[in-house]
Nanobody, 117 residues
Protein backbone atom coordinates (compact mmCIF):
# COMPACT_ATOMS: atom_id res chain seq x y z
CA UNK A 1 0.00 0.00 0.00
CA UNK A 2 1.33 3.41 -1.01
CA UNK A 3 1.56 5.76 1.95
CA UNK A 4 2.76 9.33 2.35
CA UNK A 5 2.84 10.96 5.78
CA UNK A 6 3.55 14.64 6.25
CA UNK A 7 4.95 16.13 9.44
CA UNK A 8 6.66 19.25 10.68
CA UNK A 9 3.85 21.75 10.44
CA UNK A 10 2.98 24.14 13.22
CA UNK A 11 2.54 27.72 14.29
CA UNK A 12 5.33 30.17 13.50
CA UNK A 13 5.72 33.93 13.44
CA UNK A 14 6.25 35.93 10.27
CA UNK A 15 9.83 35.53 9.13
CA UNK A 16 10.22 32.19 10.85
CA UNK A 17 11.11 28.80 9.44
CA UNK A 18 9.69 25.30 9.37
CA UNK A 19 10.90 22.07 7.83
CA UNK A 20 8.25 19.73 6.52
CA UNK A 21 8.89 16.04 5.99
CA UNK A 22 7.10 13.57 3.76
CA UNK A 23 7.81 9.98 4.76
CA UNK A 24 6.81 7.44 2.13
CA UNK A 25 6.36 3.69 1.83
CA UNK A 26 4.80 1.10 -0.43
CA UNK A 27 6.50 2.06 -3.70
CA UNK A 28 9.97 2.35 -5.18
CA UNK A 29 10.73 5.82 -3.88
CA UNK A 30 13.83 6.33 -6.03
CA UNK A 31 11.83 6.08 -9.26
CA UNK A 32 9.24 8.80 -8.75
CA UNK A 33 8.90 12.53 -8.44
CA UNK A 34 7.43 13.95 -5.25
CA UNK A 35 5.61 17.24 -5.03
CA UNK A 36 4.45 19.58 -2.30
CA UNK A 37 1.11 21.30 -2.58
CA UNK A 38 -0.89 23.54 -0.30
CA UNK A 39 -4.47 24.59 0.23
CA UNK A 40 -5.54 27.62 2.20
CA UNK A 41 -9.09 28.03 3.53
CA UNK A 42 -11.44 29.01 0.75
CA UNK A 43 -8.79 28.62 -1.92
CA UNK A 44 -7.91 25.99 -4.46
CA UNK A 45 -5.00 23.66 -3.96
CA UNK A 46 -1.82 24.94 -5.56
CA UNK A 47 1.54 23.45 -6.39
CA UNK A 48 4.45 24.61 -4.28
CA UNK A 49 7.47 22.57 -5.28
CA UNK A 50 8.47 19.32 -6.93
CA UNK A 51 11.59 17.19 -7.12
CA UNK A 52 12.25 14.36 -9.54
CA UNK A 53 13.95 11.07 -8.81
CA UNK A 54 17.39 12.38 -9.76
CA UNK A 55 16.93 15.74 -8.01
CA UNK A 56 17.35 17.55 -11.31
CA UNK A 57 16.07 21.12 -11.59
CA UNK A 58 13.53 21.22 -8.77
CA UNK A 59 10.39 23.19 -9.52
CA UNK A 60 9.28 26.09 -7.34
CA UNK A 61 6.19 28.19 -7.63
CA UNK A 62 7.02 31.86 -8.04
CA UNK A 63 5.55 32.73 -4.68
CA UNK A 64 8.11 30.54 -2.82
CA UNK A 65 11.22 30.99 -4.95
CA UNK A 66 14.17 32.04 -2.86
CA UNK A 67 12.41 31.12 0.39
CA UNK A 68 11.64 27.38 0.16
CA UNK A 69 13.96 24.51 -0.68
CA UNK A 70 12.98 20.96 -1.54
CA UNK A 71 15.24 17.96 -1.06
CA UNK A 72 14.98 14.20 -0.87
CA UNK A 73 16.82 11.45 0.95
CA UNK A 74 16.47 8.28 -1.10
CA UNK A 75 17.94 6.22 1.76
CA UNK A 76 15.10 7.30 4.04
CA UNK A 77 12.35 7.45 1.38
CA UNK A 78 11.66 10.98 2.57
CA UNK A 79 11.24 14.37 0.94
CA UNK A 80 11.74 17.61 2.82
CA UNK A 81 10.53 21.14 2.32
CA UNK A 82 12.58 23.76 4.11
CA UNK A 83 10.48 26.89 4.44
CA UNK A 84 12.18 30.13 5.40
CA UNK A 85 11.02 33.74 5.63
CA UNK A 86 7.48 32.57 6.14
CA UNK A 87 4.62 34.98 5.51
CA UNK A 88 1.02 34.93 6.74
CA UNK A 89 -0.07 34.10 3.19
CA UNK A 90 1.86 30.84 3.46
CA UNK A 91 -0.73 29.64 5.98
CA UNK A 92 -2.29 26.48 4.57
CA UNK A 93 -2.48 22.74 4.83
CA UNK A 94 0.56 21.34 3.08
CA UNK A 95 0.37 18.03 1.27
CA UNK A 96 2.94 15.85 -0.40
CA UNK A 97 2.12 13.63 -3.34
CA UNK A 98 3.87 11.04 -5.46
CA UNK A 99 3.72 11.19 -9.24
CA UNK A 100 3.20 7.50 -9.91
CA UNK A 101 2.27 7.34 -13.55
CA UNK A 102 1.43 10.54 -15.35
CA UNK A 103 -0.18 12.39 -12.46
CA UNK A 104 0.16 12.95 -8.74
CA UNK A 105 -1.99 10.01 -7.79
CA UNK A 106 -1.02 9.27 -4.19
CA UNK A 107 -1.44 11.85 -1.47
CA UNK A 108 -0.77 12.30 2.21
CA UNK A 109 -3.29 13.69 4.68
CA UNK A 110 -1.52 17.01 5.09
CA UNK A 111 0.10 19.06 7.82
CA UNK A 112 -1.11 22.46 8.96
CA UNK A 113 1.20 25.45 8.69
CA UNK A 114 0.08 28.65 10.35
CA UNK A 115 2.09 31.86 10.12
CA UNK A 116 1.08 34.60 12.52
CA UNK A 117 1.54 38.26 11.70
Amino acid sequence: EVQLVESGGGLVQTGGSLRLSCATSGFTFDDYAIGWFRQAPGKEREGVSCIDSRQNSPYYADFVKGRFAISRDNRKNTVYLQMNSLKPEDTAVYYCAARIGTSFSSWGHGTQVTVSS
